[in-house]
Nanobody
Framework: QVHLVESGGGLVQPGGSLRLSCAASGLTFNHYAFGWFRQAPGKERDGVSCISFTDASPYYADSVKGRFTISRDNAKNTVYLQMNNLKPEDTAVYFC???????????????????????WGQGTQVSVSS
């Protein structure tokens, strides 16, 4: 059985940092691309960042470019999202999602609806407020 478990969320002041983790189990980790998505109350789900298992450069949404960094540790079956200089508009539930295979482009992957992914986690809350 496959599980994706997100952790690392919390309450932080504007300008602060958090590192989210997505621990995957039950799948062949290096056969999957991963993405971080977020959904704020009353808003649609947005793709934040996506990473392949190849050498392709990760994709970042314009709203987080230069502030967030996605990475993966194949030895630990974990994907990370380092979030720096957090802003109140970053407040949302953050989800990790897995897609088997190499996507056509990571930008396209980050625009895909949730149902087209193979697996997803339950999410972790990130709140940015003073």
């Amino acid at each position: 059985q496959v599980h994706l478990v997100e952790s690392g969320g919390g309450l932080v002041q504007p300008g602060g940092s958090l590192r989210l983790s997505c621990a995957a189990s039950g799948l062949t980790f290096n056969h999957y691309a991963f993405g971080w998505f977020r959904q704020a109350p009353g808003k649609e789900r947005d793709g934040v960042s996506c990473i392949s298992f190849t050498d392709a450069s990760p994709y970042y949404a314009d709203s987080v470019k230069g502030r967030f960094t996605i990475s993966r540790d194949n030895a630990k079956n974990t994907v990370y999202l380092q979030m720096n200089n957090l802003k109140p508009e970053d407040t949302a539930v953050y989800f990790c999602q897995a897609l088997r295979g190499d996507p056509l482009t990571l930008q396209r992957m980050c625009l895909m609806p949730k149902e087209e992914f193979d697996y997803w986690g339950q999410g972790t809350q990130v709140s940015v407020s003073s």
